[in-house]
């Protein structure tokens, strides 16, 4: 087989296993934000607590910004689409996707514990700052949004808590 065979061979194996991965963390990330959730009694606007943010993360982490945008915007907007929460389906796309992209892009470029944890300290602010202008939206309200704000940032340190000792694990393995 020539080299130009091989290496188009190569790169069609590349971008099918890079499709697979979206694939299966989109469908991780749908999956178990269903699977694991409780329901905020201190958020009047109704928030809940669920795991979705690890495998985002994780996929941001591991497989860079490409794959984190998809897993978070795609795969916690289907559940939003499928649970009765579909009035959240477009803030979610934007705002869990730009949080997987920013997690990817650093992580991508930095790969070390420090990294990771700055990477998803912004995630946790772009998911305040983004729930919030969509509870504005939503409900018209500038104050109300505020109730939301300690869940959010819990679902993103039990994720960070979570993802942080898994990554150097993973990466092992992936080598």
């Not at 188009?8 to 178990?32: E, P, R, W, Y």
């Not at 993103?156 to 990466?171: D, H, K, Y």
Request: with cysteine; aromatic share 12%; hydrophobic share 55%.
């Amino acid at each position: 087989m020539n080299t130009v065979q091989t290496a188009s061979n190569q790169n069609h194996t590349s971008k099918v296993l890079s499709i697979a991965m979206d694939g299966l963390f989109i469908a991780l990330t749908c999956v178990i934000t269903f699977f694991v959730q409780i329901r905020l009694p201190f958020a009047g606007n109704g928030g809940l607590i669920h795991l979705g943010n690890v495998p985002f993360l994780i996929a941001a982490i591991i497989f860079g910004k490409r794959t984190g945008a998809l897993a978070g915007g795609i795969g916690m907007g289907l559940f939003d689409l499928l649970s009765g929460w579909a009035i959240w389906a477009p803030f979610t796309f934007i705002t869990v996707g730009f949080m997987g992209f920013t997690v990817g892009a650093i992580t991508e470029k930095h790969k070390s514990f420090p990294w990771n944890v700055f990477a998803i300290i912004l995630a946790c602010i772009i998911k305040i700052v983004g729930y919030y202008i969509a509870e504005v939206i939503i409900y018209g309200n500038w104050l109300a949004p505020a109730g939301s704000i300690p869940g959010n940032i819990l679902q993103v340190v039990v994720a960070g808590i979570i993802v942080l000792p898994v990554i150097p694990v993973l990466r092992k393995g992936l080598k």
